[in-house]
């Protein structure tokens, strides 16, 4: 995408989207944006590296692909700084070259703990969201919006993102929420996986 000359550009619901630069966006869109994991194979190796550091020989054949493709595959995330090399095993094992993911991945019994603390904190935001939806509907009336034949629920999901951000960058100044870092490949990231929580319906 591109902006035209003379203009600054929209801020689209994700900076993934979108020529702009400036970080509005969720501080993982730049994964996206600079296309880190557009390869599937890719998000295999991750997938496989979620549990323990593994060798290129080790992904090779949990993957059945030659060697050279699945260390192509490493090193462009090692660029990238999704995965780095295992500090810990390769004491162990001072032979072999083990990686990692470079980045928290949250296994279902660690989300199961925080879990409850979620739903209690986002049932409090929906309450606060209730709470103001007579202000809402005020400050909706008084924008060009109904003349332009929208309605409060076209925009609600842009209100909800604009205080998500706005809490976020304060909680980022008040140091509870890690600030995006900048990478090697000039990307600025923070980023995170979670194997899902089983449904006990299922």
Not at 23 to 30: H, L, M, T, V
Not at 61 to 79: F, G, Q, R
Not at 83 to 112: G, Q, T
Not at 148 to 177: F, H, I, K, P, S
Request: aromatic share 8%; net charge negative; charged share 30%.
């Amino acid at each position: 995408m591109s902006i035209p000359d003379g203009m600054d550009g929209l801020r689209f619901a994700c900076e993934c989207v979108s020529a702009r630069r400036g970080g509005y966006s969720e501080p993982w869109a730049a994964i996206a944006k600079h296309k880190l994991l557009q390869d599937g194979t890719k998000e295999e190796i991750l997938n496989l590296l979620a549990r323990e550091p593994k060798t290129i020989s080790q992904l090779a054949e949990a993957l059945s692909l030659s060697p050279p493709s699945v260390y192509a595959h490493v090193n462009d995330m090692m660029k990238s700084e999704l995965l780095r090399e295992s500090i810990e095993w390769e004491k162990k094992h001072p032979s072999e070259r083990y990686y990692e993911l470079n980045f928290p991945a949250f296994r279902a019994e660690d989300c199961a703990e925080f879990k409850a603390l979620c739903q209690e904190m986002a049932e409090q935001v929906v309450a606060l969201f209730e709470k103001k939806r007579q202000q809402i509907e005020s400050a909706f009336a008084r924008t060009s919006f109904p003349s332009r034949g929208w309605e409060l629920t076209d925009v609600t999901q842009c209100l909800y993102a604009n205080m998500q951000r706005t809490a976020r960058t304060l909680l980022e100044q008040r140091g509870l929420l890690r600030q995006r870092e900048k990478h090697a490949n000039g990307a600025e990231w923070v980023f995170w996986a979670e194997e899902p929580i089983a449904d006990a319906n299922e």
